[in-house]
């Protein structure tokens, strides 16, 4: 085993209080294309950027265009969980994570069987109507065509997502906040850290035991205490949990 496996696998080995802070890269593995890739969607063409598809004034102007976009590339539904995914689960299964901080709105930690998750960014699995908040299942916005509508009330019915240009939930923030604050190891994976303001909370981790796991280097691979550049379900396939 790789000195640096050896290391992650004592460390959580001897943690009970693992938080772990996971991005885009955690899901790559699964077949949900990440963002910011070379073959990610911020470097496909279509006739506007991602960015301001997926921003809340673009939604607000341009609904049968955002949906259009959101039901071709933002709806995986048959995509699976992997082995980070899994892992995941079996650690807190185990007492030992005691919380998922995620930025993605795919869902797969919970279908891991992972409890303790903050979604950060909402998640594709939840809608609601703008107008009366009934709430609806992915199948809803999925089968529907163009805009869809509320039958009840025939308000817009928008995902739980949160988009560009909106504020994170309040509530989200406080509990994962409250959890790295309290973590003995964080760990880091699947994400460069360039998305604010959640790439800012890991500075709310005060312990020694910050692990870094991203395919590629980050800005912040210096100020972990152990970096590993290699895909999230990779290394977690070869953690035991014990």
């Not at 006739?47 to 341009?62: C, M, V």
């Not at 916005?141 to 997502?161: F, H, L, N, T």
């Not at 949160?162 to 409250?178: C, F, Q």
């Amino acid at each position: 085993m790789d000195q640096n496996l050896v290391t992650l696998q004592q460390w959580i080995d001897e943690s009970s209080n693992i938080v772990f802070f996971g991005g885009a890269g955690v899901s790559t593995e699964s077949g949900i294309p990440d963002f910011r890739s070379v073959d990610g969607l911020y470097n496909q063409t279509y006739a506007y950027p991602p960015e301001t598809i997926l921003s809340g004034s673009f939604f607000a102007q341009n609904p049968q265009e955002f949906y259009q976009f959101y039901r071709d590339k933002m709806l995986i539904l048959d995509a699976k969980p992997n082995a980070a995914h899994k892992k995941l689960a079996e650690l807190e299964q185990a007492g030992k994570l005691k919380a998922v901080v995620t930025q993605n709105i795919d869902g797969l930690h919970q279908a891991a069987g992972s409890k303790a998750v903050y979604e950060l960014h909402g998640s594709v699995l939840r809608n609601h109507c703008v107008r009366c908040k009934k709430k609806y299942p992915v199948s809803f916005i999925a089968e529907s065509k163009g805009v869809p509508y509320c039958p009840d009330c025939g308000g817009i019915v928008r995902p739980d997502v949160v988009l560009y240009e909106e504020g994170l939930d309040a509530d989200v923030i406080s509990g994962a906040v409250s959890a790295i604050r309290k973590a003995d190891m964080l760990i880091i994976g699947g994400t460069s850290l360039v998305v604010y303001p959640a790439a800012g909370l890991v500075n709310y981790y005060r312990g020694k035991k910050l692990v870094l796991i991203n395919k590629s280097q980050t800005g912040m691979d210096s100020m972990a205490n152990l970096a590993i550049n290699a895909p999230i379900g990779q290394v977690f396939s070869q953690i035991v949990v014990r």
